[in-house]
């Protein structure tokens, strides 16, 4: 369709001259615009704030609860240790003295297979009533089982042993002591950074980097063999000292994210689906032998196996659990197993225990502490809500025990730490291991933000928890950018990389109706604050739009419209030649600008009723065609957003060591930014991108210098074909013969690319006549004004799919909405690989009686019914007047949709009720629709009866 279209000079535009008064007019409706309220980030702030406080009071009080109980069983067990009363009446702890130590212990058991059971549950429920979901590999089985038995011994024997026979401060840096380990981890993948090149995605080595582990790596472990020492020393069992550093490296290996990783390996069912997913493997294997893990795109569009691995798993620790703490109870003689398993032996844990409350406390605490973690990720209150408890938790804690009237409150005065001399070791000891904790979680988690809408699976690696060592179960089960390179990678690419066309259909909306939506799309062009930089393209199709190649009376208006609210202040018109691009098409006229501060391609379609179809629905068949068929095969690739890192782009010159590498280095040559490279005058110079996969490669827009009126008149394209092997990602020591020629003919001639910008500013847009598959692609400048100076966007899209990431964003022609919900609906898709489409919360506008009756309307029939559709299961209707549509969605219901009516009832299936037809056929293709109460719409709504029977 677009390429039989040519430019076009003899099209009469007659626009109504804007007045002084229409110019003040239209300066008070721009006033007149409300700023963004700043409300919610009052009550974003308000709410981080609180999950801190709660979140921090559940792992305060979870933590301290495991030290009472197991200080009461130490009471029970030791005949020296007799219970002290407080020095206050304040207190909630009793004395355990008196009690039989079995009951302890076998609150002590529920307390170790409470989350083990929650998450049994939990993951049948999900993986036998909600889908089909895939097995683990034997691998992953046989790793999750030794890790789960290491997991069980370890807590068993350090809830029993290791803090009955030490008082409580040293229990909690005890238990902060599982960080240290995971730093010697980090410590030795920094060292095999220095010897191995980094992927692409990854930090590469530093020194710096490597000095503060290796000195929270002393600290740590000079605090923990300090603990361990005096622990041994001063508690009930001198000779056990071996007990603790056992304890801690099993649990720090059994929770390495490297071994949680592994227990998630999924098994493939379907041996064609095995066959073909090992070609690929190999296949991109051999373009990067180094690279390990699954391939990403095939993660995204499959279930992984971590919620059958974990009931795997879980019910292997439930099982696994009792027996472990009957072995240690019958060998240590803790307490006599045949009353422990005795009816008397659970009779007696009731309300009135001395040991209940702690039991009930640690059940409700750790549960509330693990769910609001999650809910603090997945709502952006990341640094707040996550982060901060997890560094602050032990901080109080261990203020809590060592301020004694506070102490004795929850715990027994004798094992609160009184006496001046534990300040000697334990302040420095506990200085020490906080240390090492803060560089932990720093070089893990917080450099590790986690996405909006984020779900559980996509922030922790298994499902579940663990009520004793929940801070640290919590970090080491954290995905992060080191553990888990691709995800963070992917993502980046995937909101970065997405490339939306805001597609609007327009017939004889009124002069305020249109203006509402060129508004809306003026603050997208306008929108500098999107941190993922998303392409946006605006296309308006006009249902009889123009006759005879001239634009009608209704199209006349549209454009006055444009020129009076897109036009920048220094332009007088919209419509001079540099700034509007004007073709005749197939199907009418096709007018094409640039708006905005993002430059913005914002396009016009006037459709000639008397070549193509009128109505709404066949404006819809159109856009979606033009975006499947041609848009999408000329997406950009990463330049100008930043999915390309500034690692995957390099150059001849200027070297890294030069003076101007900062300035005009490679990875300044983004398309409109505020820099470009610039290679040397002398020589044949080159820049070489890595796409980091191979693609498909269609164009290139170039641009020249931004500050001078410089820029490159010809140039070459060479690539390496996808089949050629390169090691580490490294195309230095190919040679020249390896880099192929794009257009290169029988006879040796290479085609020149030759452009005539104005300036340095004038973007060309060059289609390659047949798309190259390359991983890797080399830009040669041969001819230039001034200096070789280039800024330039790469177009293609993916091998397997050219519409991989590519979205659709219909509006209708009187919708008001603002860049914020247009994100906000995007990153659900983002969040979602499953979700073709997601509308938003509509408000009517209007004045009259038949608008309230709407406002009530709307408010059951949209925003109730839409919640309860997305919470059941998936939203039946995603209206046209304001939603976000998967383009792979779309190509699997328009053959349905673009078929004729053949019958009366069709008409008021495809012609009366086009929307909720089209969502049909999508959710009968198998995608999910949601609904977002977060973004937000308004449109104009019938004020008459006659208007609203029409309507409906």
Sequence with gaps: MASRRKN???????????????????????????????????????????????????????KVSVISITQCLAQARFENRTYTPPSHNVTIVQSCEEEQPEPIINMILLILMVPYGITTLRCLWVTGCRGVYPWPTWTAIGVGFLASTAEVFAIGLFMLEALTTV?????????????????????????????????????????KKLLTFLLADCLGIAAFVTIVYFSSREGNDEEGWWKVPLCVALLSTAWSPVIQKLQTGTRRSDTRDAESSRTSTEEQRKLDPDNDEDDVADISKRKDSRLTSSLITSFWKLLLTPAVVTLYVWHYQIGDVRTMWSLSGWNTIEVFHPAFDELLVNIFCSVGAYVLSIFACSICVYYIGFTAPLLCGSIDAILLVYIIPACEVFI????????????????????????????????????????????????????????????QWLMLSRKTKHSNRKQFVRRAKIIRNACVYVCSTMYHESEEEMEQLLISLRGIANDLQDEAKRHFESHIFFDGGCKQGQPTRWALQLMALIDKTLCSPGDRTMFNEPLCEKWETPYGLQFCWKVGARKMSFNVHLKDNSKVRAKKRWSQVMYMSYVLDYLANYNPLGMSSGAILDTDISASTPKRSTSTFESNGPHKARLNGSSCWTAESQGLQYIEVDLSEPMAVTGLVVQGSPHANEFVRSFEVRYLDKSTSVRNGETVGLGDGD??????????????????????????????????????????????????????????????????????LVTDADVKFTPEAAKALLDITARDQAVGAVCARTHPMGSGAVAWYQNFDYAIGHWLNKAANNVLGTVLCCPGCFSVYRAKAVRDGLAEYSTHVTKANEFLIKDMGEDRWFCTLLVENGWKLEYSAVSEDSTFCPETFDEFFKQR
């Excluded at 804007?18 to 110019?23: L, N, Y």
């Design 8 to 62: 076009v000079k003899g099209i009469e535009l007659t626009l109504e001259k804007t007045s002084e008064d229409t110019k003040k007019k239209a300066k008070a409706a721009k006033s007149k615009e409300k700023p963004p309220a700043k409300w919610p980030g009052v009550c974003k702030l308000l709410l981080s704030i609180l999950l801190f406080l709660v979140t921090l009071s559940c792992l305060g009080f979870g």
């Design 739 to 808: 880099w192929r020629r794009y257009g290169e003919d029988a006879d040796g001639a290479v085609k020149t690319f030759t452009i005539a910008p104005t300036n340095g500013d004038d973007a060309v847009r060059i289609l390659l006549e047949e798309p190259i598959e390359t991983r890797y692609l080399r830009i040669y400048p041969i001819q230039a004004q001034g200096s070789r100076s280039m800024r330039f966007e790469i177009l293609g899209h993916h091998i397997e799919d050219n519409l991989e990431n590519t979205f659709l």
């Design 167 to 207: 008082k409580s401060a040293l229990g909690i840096l005890l238990m902060n002591s599982i960080y240290a380990m995971q730093i010697f981890f980090q410590l030795c993948y920094e060292c095999y950074k220095f010897v191995r090149p980094h992927k692409t995605g990854e930090r590469p080595p530093s020194c």
């Design 412 to 471: 027994p005065r004798e094992a609160c730490e009184a006496e001046e001399s534990r300040y000697v070791w334990g302040i420095p000891a506990a200085v020490g291991l906080y240390v090492a904790q803060l560089i932990a979680v720093w070089s893990l988690v917080i450099q590790s933000p986690s996405g909006i809408l984020e779900k559980e699976s996509q922030i922790f690696w298994l499902p579940g928890y663990n009520s004793i060592f929940l801070e």
